[in-house]
């Protein structure tokens, strides 16, 4: 059972466009939802990062959009660039365990 | 954050042997975990290792296949055993940062298993 499901699979988004990446979860026990980001080779990096009682987070050009009811939350990059080339992760995290549940992840490419 | 090291960083075993990574941190954390990253595939959580408890394994993921240590509050090791060309993965330590349920990655050990 994917507790965590992303779209879409894969982006392609001019440079300058707003990227968009939405992740749904299942388990109303997660209280917690990072997004990570992770270039070939390397491990993931954290990006950003909430929690259910906000419904909106604003770090530089990257926003995460949360909504509890519909236990649905979305990244958006603004102003995306070519070195935003790359998969991004949604995750969660709660209901008992410590660990992260993460969405299969979305191979973004900017275009120039 | 805290920076992360992992040791070997790739590596390309004969199935039937073992591997043990190594992951080493800058400062000391209570809670380590270890993901498992199939090639071009998500991450899944191996196990959860605090020091001076048996580490805790999710659904899937046995103790006598993948061992953990956790010797210290820097510094964990997991070992990949009897290994078969299905372990060939990307094997990735995390800590937690304090209270802010912040996790961070180490850089991964590309594991091939021939």
């Known amino acids: 059972q994917q507790q965590v499901k992303q779209s879409p699979q894969s982006l392609i988004v001019q440079k300058g466009g707003i990227s968009i990446i939405n992740c749904a979860y299942e388990?109303?026990?997660?209280?917690?939802f990072p997004w990570y980001q992770q270039f070939p080779g390397k491990g993931p990096a954290l990006l950003i990062a909430?929690?259910?009682?906000?419904s909106e987070k604003k770090e530089g050009r990257f926003t995460i959009s949360f909504n509890k009811s519909a236990k649905q939350f979305s990244l958006h990059i603004m102003d995306s660039q070519p070195g935003d080339s790359a998969t991004y992760f949604c995750?969660?995290?709660?209901?008992?365990?410590?660990?992260?549940?993460f969405g299969k992840g979305t191979h973004l490419i900017i275009q120039p | 954050s805290a920076v992360i090291s992992q040791k070997p960083s790739r590596d390309i075993c004969q199935r039937g042997t073992s591997l043990t990574i190594q992951c080493q941190v800058d400062?000391?954390?209570?809670?380590m975990f270890w993901y498992r990253q199939q090639p071009g595939q998500s991450l899944t959580l191996i196990a959860t290792?605090?020091?001076?408890?048996?580490?805790?394994?999710e659904s899937g993921f046995v103790i006598d296949k993948f061992p953990i240590s956790r010797p210290n509050l820097t510094f964990s090791t997991l070992t990949v055993s009897n290994m078969s060309p299905e372990d060939s993965s990307i094997y990735l330590c995390?800590?937690?940062?304090?209270?802010?349920?912040?996790?961070?990655f180490g850089p991964g050990t590309r594991l091939t298993v021939t």
């Open positions: 995390s800590v937690e940062g304090g209270q802010t349920y912040e996790q961070y």
């Open positions: 388990n109303t026990a997660f209280d917690y």
């Open positions: 909430i929690r259910p009682d906000v």
């Open positions: 995750a969660a995290r709660g209901g008992g365990a410590d660990g992260l549940t």
């Open positions: 400062s000391q954390v209570t809670m």
């Open positions: 290792a605090n020091q001076g408890s048996e580490a805790t394994y």
